[in-house]
């Protein structure tokens, strides 16, 4: 199983309002992710968690708060967002094993929320 | 940050025919990973790299990793309107868990 659930699909918000994005995997990866993709661009990292601890945090606005409860969830709290955050929200994660004299460290992703804000 | 190279920028071909697309970087990467994404929905991994000069297929798709570890080439064998989509080419540094995607590769297949 290589799955990571994403939900919601879509969300509409305000911008006064407060949601949250949520992910989920049992993969036992460590490492989980949260990007921002917009159309036709690669996806842009906003935040890594290692071990349930924030390791990255690309200069992210703080209307976006992440949140990691356990090694299986991640978060994402949305608060006062702008126009211009509308985008794919993308999670993701990873973990790195070694096999012989192979490093192999490959990252899996969700399939998104689409997010509108208006 | 890495900057990962990708060319073509985007591909128009007539159903059936083949497909190679490449993916270049500055730096050593350990993995490298090729995913193809369609509109609204969450890039889907195609091919895992993990060896230096390793060839790999999956079904029509053969990728390989370059002897330098710097780059990584994705042939599509006969291509079909399912194929339309964004290929992106990434990869983890040797250490860490931070990967980084090349520009992205449209394909639109003309039946």
């Known amino acids: 199983d290589t799955e990571v659930t994403q939900t919601p699909k879509h969300l509409v918000m305000g911008m006064t309002n407060k949601k949250s994005l949520k992910c989920e995997q049992h993969m036992g990866h460590r490492a989980m992710y949260w990007y921002k993709q917009k159309a036709k661009k690669p996806p842009e990292l906003m935040f890594v968690?290692?071990?349930?601890?924030?390791?990255i945090n690309e200069s992210v606005p703080s209307r976006f708060s992440p949140e990691c409860p356990n090694s299986s969830l991640l978060n994402l709290h949305l608060h006062a967002l702008q126009p211009e955050d509308s985008a794919l929200y993308l999670c993701a994660s990873s973990q790195i094993q070694r096999t012989g004299e192979a490093l192999k460290n490959i990252q899996y992703f969700g399939a998104g929320t689409r997010l509108s804000v208006l | 940050g890495q900057q990962l190279n990708q060319s073509p920028q985007s591909m128009f071909i007539q159903e059936g025919e083949d497909v190679s697309m490449n993916c270049t970087s500055s730096?050593?990467?350990?993995?490298w990973l090729w995913y193809k994404q369609d509109p609204g929905e969450g890039p889907v991994l195609l091919i895992a790299l993990y060896k230096a000069g390793e060839l790999t297929s999956n079904g029509r798709l053969t990728a390989q990793f370059g002897i330098t570890r710097k780059d990584s080439f994705l042939n599509i064998s006969a291509s079909i309107p399912s194929d339309v989509g964004i290929y992106f080419c990434a990869g983890p540094l040797e250490t860490g868990n931070q990967f980084y995607f090349g520009t992205g590769t449209s394909l639109t297949v003309i039946p």
């Open positions: 730096s050593i990467f350990n993995t």
């Open positions: 968690y290692s071990y349930e601890k924030l390791s």
